[in-house]
């Protein structure tokens, strides 16, 4: 008799991404007449400031988006506890939000599915779609690890900031994340964001330095840019950004281009 | 007898932005070692929402440019007050800031003093840098009027915000940002800066509406991402903004796709 | 043969207390000279806000106390996880903050006991003293219930608000909270703090509604003020406190002076 | 003919305070269900910091009152830019505000007309009084200058920070407060309010050296706290406060228990 063993299936590791968007915000911000502009950029700012705030408390990662979008990547967190940041934001903010959460095999995939979730319970400017939260039923997945991959722009001082005007200086580095993200996204389903100063912060699955590589060599052919990157991988982002930051600091001081971090930096 | 008619010079107007700067921030991000991604970027956004606050009291546009580096328009505000600013920021943050201030006929000049004025008094990362004010002397030249082009995405809830992954919408409207940014930059001096949601917001000089209608043919062009724009004029950002709303509610309840305003909107 | 029965001591309930203290405060406010007045109050509130924020999400609740002396009832929270707020205020404030954690049957113990802990790590002003956690290794008491009684003043509207000058009506109420604070305090090792309008909230021990009888009793005796009571029980001060709460609208909507909650209210 | 000299009236000078109410807050806390405690606390302690930041901006001093009323000495400012505060209210937070300002010789009747006209205006709960600004007509009257008393405990630290548990080292602060508060209004028509710490400041008319010793005497015969205290005078609450402050560090640096003033001190 022939047996046949049962192999099981290998369990696939996912990230779990969120996408927060203000409840008809647009409309919002004109009724019952445009609303002063910098009262917005404060308002959006603040609210953005809470949720990496709630985001940093679960060890995911932030990032604003387009502020009436925002972002996280939150593989440790059960999706329930958005309720926490919607409740939160009803209690302090004269808008209410709503989330979908995803859970792929890539963080583009993954926030696809949290995207998909939010538009399949009304349009962003539905004005009766109120605090949707839009999480799927697969606590089966287990989620991580995570690859970050922290890039910041070699000697960015000496080369921009205290050369250039600050109005080109700033586009050069927003051509250059916007090159690094659209790459990315099409050659390995990852998000990447401009994160403050000469800092992007890539989630990524599982890719090798060859690959950031790559992608460091696409910018700077494209833009003229040169970038550097520290590579982290962990179980939730924070733990993987940490890395990323470690290993970016080696870079910093020994002139690699590409560092990968070997361990994980102590817990803070 | 012969009359020399006196002609009285042109006065010349201006617009004067300001460059805020954190000091030293790089190296304090890592010291003693790499701080909390989720903290920085609560940090960064909250320090902008405050900023946001003190510009709009003072009628002024803020704009969050690198975060670590923030710009604003307040052609109405003496730039001494800065210094409350300042001293605002040193009493409520673990970092303190640098103002740099410039008056000129087009917001990218003006920008481009304020940074001037900035590097003239020391590297960004210069660790005994702090709390510097640097402001011209050209009391005497009067600021004003400012021109402001509000833009957004025609129809961007069907056409984008709901149709799309919110991966790509994101990284469409940052294209259409960044297009329109380096051709305004490039052909009217002028600064754009992304504003949340689907909105981009120019501070230009005295453009009339066919270099608008340029600017919107050629990011049409290049990204295929259509735009429309509502102009107002002002003495200052806040009231040539707040006409360039106006105006752009008459471009979604139109269907134009320029309109500009014609007089001031009733204060607020 | 007589065995005697060995009764397991009965399992003591406890309540666990945090006091947050800024190191190092006084001096820093004058230092190098006496720090603008609004500024101050500005850092202090917003720290407050923050911590009320970090307690809520572990269902605790937070008491402004002197402001450089916040308390939290926290007794669902594993002491470490102060490491976190403390680590969030370094890194968004100009100052930090030691922590002392207390486990005892009353709060006022409780209190006590966090208090000791601080004292034992050096004086407030110890220049030196920075960033202390200071807690207990009684893991093995468990925590809970606790009771939380929820005053305001009967018809304040009517009898305060409206009718007498701010001055006195803040005053009025001042001396209410003062004369049941230390009532409570002396009778029953309880904690009361004023929260806002005319809310009063006690951490107690598991005290009867005929305690409660006799607190409003003594206030209006004292003060000639009238306060009515929702009482609520609970594992956490948030749990006792919505039910509590819940209570105080039964008072209102019916008029009785104490009401008991019967059962938890819904999570939210 | 018997002529009557026209004698002119001697400008009275006057305080300018603001009392600011939340609209309709108390019925808000509790619709639908009562909300989450610590949020509540967060956004008044929140809203209070923006309040101070305004005032503050305005050369004023801020008081959180019962946090759902705000107190301002706002003796420079036009009553019209409230509208400005009301504004950013409305477009930050869930709630919206109504604003009365007195304008008399001491800061009890200043503040009492406030609190007058916000009443004639409607009640604080009357649901449909949103957003009122009630100021008067007296612009003739010219203001200032304040003087205000700054308080703080003699060897706060060595006789109750360190030594006392915190709850009675609050409770003997709360009632110095108390005493010191209920004394200087009914004697003096002055306003005093706790402020964090130990610190207590009172804004009064023109007082005194001896004045301050008997309610420091008071204090002590009620109590048995001892206070000291900084005097300070000017045209606005925070140039008198100011000075105030330098003078309580003299009584800190020479034992000295009331110091008033000689001098402005320089403007930050």
Redesign the interface.
């Known amino acids: 008799m022939i047996t046949i063993p049962i192999v099981p299936a290998r369990v696939t590791t996912a990230l779990q991404v969120a996408?927060v968007q203000i409840d008809d915000?647009?409309p919002w911000?004109?009724t019952p007449?445009?609303?002063?502009?910098?009262?917005?950029?404060?308002?959006?700012?603040?609210l953005?400031?809470?949720f990496?705030?709630f985001?940093?408390?679960h060890d995911?990662?932030?990032f604003?988006?387009?502020?009436?979008?925002m972002?996280a990547v939150v593989n440790d967190l059960d999706p329930a506890v958005f309720a926490?940041f919607q409740?939160?934001v009803?209690?302090?903010?004269?808008v209410t939000v709503s989330v979908g959460v995803g859970l792929a095999e890539t963080p583009?995939e993954a926030?696809?599915e949290?995207?998909d979730r939010l538009?399949a319970a009304g349009?962003?400017?539905d004005g009766t779609r109120r605090e949707i939260l839009a999480a799927g039923t697969e606590a089966s997945i287990e989620t991580g690890p995570v690859t970050v991959g922290h890039f910041d722009v070699v000697d960015v001082?000496g080369s921009l900031?205290?050369r250039e005007?600050?109005?080109?200086?700033?586009?050069a580095?927003?051509?250059a994340?916007?090159e690094l993200?659209?790459y990315l996204?099409a050659e390995h389903d990852s998000?990447a964001h401009?994160?403050?100063?000469?800092n992007i912060?890539a989630i990524c699955p599982d890719l090798t330095p060859a690959a950031f590589d790559d992608a460091i060599e696409h910018v700077r052919a494209e833009t003229g840019i040169e970038l550097q990157v520290g590579i982290g991988r962990g179980p939730t982002a924070?733990d993987a950004?940490?890395a990323a930051?470690?290993a970016l600091?080696q870079c910093r001081a020994t002139g690699a281009r590409i560092r990968e971090s070997e361990q994980l930096?102590a817990d803070?």
């Open positions: 996408l915000y647009g911000t004109v007449e445009p609303r002063r502009e910098t009262d917005l950029q404060a308002l959006q700012a603040s953005f400031a809470d990496a705030t985001v940093g408390r995911g990662y932030a604003y988006g387009r502020f009436d979008n972002v926490r409740r939160q009803r209690n302090r903010y004269p583009v926030l696809g949290a995207s538009q349009s962003a400017q001082t900031t205290d005007n600050a109005v080109d200086a700033t586009l580095i927003r051509r994340t916007l993200a659209t996204r998000l401009f994160v403050g100063g000469d912060i924070h950004g940490a930051k470690e600091e930096p803070d």
